[in-house]
């Protein structure tokens, strides 16, 4: 019955732009940490960035600068505004809802992100 809701993936050139968005019912997303991780073939999800519900953010290293989460507590939404796209952040990126105090987490069916040189 908990589900995430993605949109925002699709095709994009380097150097280019995109703005992810996921939604999740309130009574969720008023307790949860959401994040936003990515994985390729072969290699295990990472974690991009995550925001907590009082609003602190935290980033992987190599993407901070690049990347941005945010979260819209009025549309329960999460946000993952990608900028200055390299070829190398083509994945399968997934949102996430973390209850940190029920110690449940949920997960999106993940959304294609691809980046063409």
């Known amino acids: 019955q908990v589900q995430l809701v993605e949109s925002g993936g699709g095709l994009v050139q380097a150097g280019g732009s995109l703005r992810l968005s996921c939604a999740t019912s309130g009574t969720i997303f008023s307790i949860s940490t959401m994040g936003w991780y990515r994985q390729v073939p072969g290699k295990q999800r990472e974690l991009v960035a995550h925001i907590s519900s009082g609003g602190n953010t935290n980033y992987a290293d190599s993407l901070k600068g690049r990347f941005t989460i945010s979260r819209d507590n009025a549309k329960n939404t999460v946000y993952l505004q990608m900028n200055s796209l390299k070829p190398e952040d083509t994945a399968v990126y997934y949102c996430?809802?973390?209850?940190?105090?029920?110690?449940?987490?949920?997960w999106g069916q993940g959304t294609q992100v691809t980046v063409s040189s």
């Open positions: 996430n809802a973390d209850l940190v105090v029920a110690r449940k987490s949920f």
